[in-house]
């Protein structure tokens, strides 16, 4: 653990200004508060019915997300993390209840990342906290829709053919298996489209 270098912050920020532009004040406010880590392959950084008390930004690596069933503790993949992205758990690091979720790394990983107490502090100092925290879950929650949707509306292939480029980067670290959860097939069916298309 290491405070945030000039080059992850900058990074950071190019991501962030997608989003809204930024002061120079809220820059060295969020600058403060940031961290930087590295991770190896095989970890969970968020395991079921843990609070999430830090959120993360992951500038290299890739990650899975997984629904982890009450009942039977059945583990699902749901969704994907990779570079550039925010990981956070739905309920979880916002709301500070217990996550109804793991998230684990498929590679090395390295991330900056924030407690949650230092967001609050932020947020409190900040307007902008709230509106760019918003304007990023918002994209997160229309991404995630639109994937619900694709798997309700959208036949094997079609889901397949207009996933393919991610499906293949995917296929390229994470197991079939997991792919294959993540779009709502069987590995069998996944390989055979793999492998036609």
């Known amino acids: 653990m290491n405070p945030i270098s000039d080059e992850s912050f900058y990074r950071l920020v190019q991501i962030l200004e997608t989003f809204l532009l930024l002061n120079h004040k809220f820059k060295a406010g ?8 590295s ?19 992951m500038l290299e690596g890739l990650a899975r997300e997984i629904r982890v069933n009450a009942e039977t503790y059945e583990e699902k993949t749901i969704w994907f993390w990779s570079e550039t992205g925010f990981l956070y758990a739905t309920p979880g690091f916002f709301s500070q209840t217990p996550s109804v979720c793991s998230i684990e790394l498929l590679k090395d990983c390295k991330m900056v990342f ?15 906290t709230e509106v760019i925290t918003e304007k990023i879950r918002g ?13 309700k509306n959208l036949n ?5 053919l207009k996933h393919k480029p991610v499906l293949l980067q995917l296929l390229g670290t ?8 993540y779009m709502s097939m069987s590995a069998d069916r996944l390989g055979k489209l793999r492998k036609k298309y």
């Open 30 to 37: 969020l600058r403060s508060r940031l961290q930087e880590i």
């Open 39 to 57: 991770y190896k392959k095989g970890g969970r950084i968020l395991n079921f019915h843990e609070k999430q008390e830090i959120v993360w930004f």
């Open 114 to 128: 924030m407690s949650y107490q230092d967001w609050t502090e932020l947020k409190d100092e900040f307007k902008e």
């Open 139 to 151: 994209e997160y929650d229309k991404l995630r829709q639109e994937h619900i949707d694709d798997i």
């Open 156 to 160: 094997t292939v079609d889901r397949y």
């Open 174 to 181: 994470a197991k079939l298996k997991y792919v294959a959860e």
